[in-house]
C-alpha cells in the first residue's frame, strides 16, 4: 500500500436518475481524482454531472437495448460484473445488487443501498407474483444461480455498510453480516438557478401542489398517489420517469401532471413552489423527503423502511400507515388544516448535509487504509 492509495468507485449502472446515483456524485465529489467502474453507463438517462468523470464500462455497454433498460441484461449481468477488474487499492463500492461483485485485489468499502431487492423482495420489486410477467419468469428460473453468486460477492468486502436502519437488518438477515448504518446526504442547492419546466408553467402557477418524485415502477405506489388525487381539489406534480409511464399518463386525471428527466434548475422550481412531498413506497432509504425538507417543506410518507429514518412524524412530516389512494387522500386533506414550521424541517434536513457525509467517507476509507497497512 502506498502513502497516498488509489481509490476507485465502483456502482451498478449509470442509466438512470435516482438516490443512488446521488451516491455516487456525492462519492466521486469526496473522492474526485477517483475513476468509476460500472456495467452500463448512458450519459443521457443519468446525471450530467457524470460526463466530468473517468468512466469504465463493462463490454455490455457496446449493446444499447441493456443502456436504455438494464432489466433487459440480468441474464448476463452476474458475469459481467464478475468481469470487471479495478486496479485500485481501495474500492469504494456503491451496490444494490451487483457491484459488490466486481473483481479487485485491492480493499473493498461496501456502501448498500440494499441487497438485490430483485432478488429478496422479488414481488414487492415486481409488483406483484413472479409468475405473472416475463420479467419474474426470467427472475424465477435465474435465482438459484443469481442467489449463489450474490452470496459469494457479497462475502468479499472488507467492510459492509447500509444505508438505513432497515438495511441493516436486512443485510443481516440475508448476508449474516454486521453493517454500521451510514446515512446517504442530500445534495440540495437551494441558492441555485431555478427554471420553470416547460409546459408546466400554468398547472405549477403560484405553487401549492403537491410533488412525489420516483422511478415509476410497480413498488413504487405512484398509481396510488394518482388516485388519491383524482377528483380532489388539489394538483400533483411527478416528476420520474420508468416503464409505467405510458401507462399512467393514460390514466391521470387533468389534475396530476408528469415530467421526466429534469435538470437540476427544474427541480429546484418544482420543489421550491411545492405544497408538500408525498412519498408513498417501501424505501430502503428514501431521499426525496429530506429534499423537500431543505426546501422547508413536510412529507406524506409511508410509515415503514428508510423513512422511518428521515422523517420527524409531525414536525418533518406526517406518516400513512398504507400506500393505498384511501390513506394518501385521507393525509392530503388533513394537510389543510396543519401547520409547519419550514426552519425546524430545514434544520433537520441540515444534518443529512454532504459535507457531513463527505467527511465520515474520507475518514472510514482512511482507518481501512490503515488498519490494513498495520496487519
Known amino acids: 500500500m502506498t502513502d497516498e492509495p488509489v481509490v476507485a468507485i465502483a456502482h451498478d449502472y449509470l442509466t438512470q436518475r435516482g438516490g443512488a446515483e446521488r451516491v455516487v456524485l456525492a462519492m466521486h465529489r469526496a473522492f474526485p481524482e477517483a475513476t468509476i467502474y460500472t456495467t452500463l453507463y448512458d450519459p443521457q438517462g443519468t446525471y450530467p454531472e457524470f460526463r466530468d468523470a473517468d468512466i469504465v464500462t463493462s463490454p455490455l455497454n457496446r449493446i444499447g437495448a441493456f443502456r436504455r433498460d438494464h432489466r433487459l441484461a440480468l441474464p448476463v449481468l452476474a458475469p459481467a460484473a464478475r468481469a470487471m477488474k479495478i486496479p485500485a487499492d481501495v474500492v469504494v463500492t456503491s451496490t444494490s445488487g451487483w457491484a459488490h461483485g466486481f473483481s479487485t485485489e485491492g480493499l473493498v468499502y461496501a456502501y448498500c443501498h440494499s441487497p438485490a431487492r430483485w432478488l429478496y423482495l422479488t414481488e414487492q420489486y415486481l409488483g406483484g407474483s413472479s409468475l405473472r410477467s416475463p420479467q ?11 442467489r449463489f453468486w450474490d452470496q459469494r460477492a457479497a462475502a468479499r468486502p472488507h467492510v459492509y455498510v ?19 448504518v451510514f446515512f446517504p446526504p442530500h445534495s440540495v442547492d437551494t ?75 427544474q427541480m429546484r422550481w418544482a420543489y421550491s413552489a411545492a405544497k408538500a412531498v408525498i412519498a408513498p413506497s417501501y424505501e430502503d432509504f428514501g431521499i426525496t423527503p429530506l429534499e423537500g425538507a431543505a426546501w422547508g417543506k413536510p412529507t406524506i410518507a409511508l410509515r415503514a423502511g428508510g423513512y422511518l429514518d428521515t422523517i420527524v412524524d409531525g414536525v418533518t412530516g406526517r406518516f400513512i400507515e398504507s400506500p393505498t389512494a384511501q390513506d394518501i387522500r385521507a393525509a392530503v386533506v388533513g394537510f389543510a388544516t396543519e401547520e409547519w414550521d419550514a426552519e425546524k424541517i430545514r434544520a ?26 498495520s496487519r
Open 348 to 373: 433537520h434536513a441540515d444534518t443529512f448535509a454532504e459535507a457531513r457525509f463527505r467527511d465520515r467517507l474520507r475518514a472510514e476509507v482512511s482507518a481501512l487504509t490503515e488498519t490494513a497497512c
Open 136 to 146: 419474474g419468469l426470467a427472475l424465477a428460473a435465474l435465482r438459484p444461480f443469481l
Open 162 to 180: 447500509a444505508n438505513s436502519t432497515v438495511v441493516q437488518e436486512r443485510i443481516r438477515d440475508v448476508y449474516g453480516r454486521d453493517a454500521d
Open 191 to 265: 441558492n441555485g438557478v431555478r427554471q420553470p419546466i416547460p409546459g408546466l408553467e400554468e398547472f405549477v402557477g403560484e405553487g401549492g401542489h403537491y410533488l412525489t418524485v420516483s422511478r415509476l415502477l410497480p413498488y413504487k405506489n405512484v398509481d396510488q398517489a394518482i388516485e388519491a388525487f383524482r377528483d380532489l381539489d388539489e394538483r400533483l406534480l411527478i416528476i420520474g420517469a420508468g416503464p409505467l409511464a405510458d401507462s399512467l399518463r393514460r390514466t391521470m386525471p387533468p389534475n396530476v401532471r408528469i415530467a421526466s428527466h429534469l435538470p437540476d434548475a
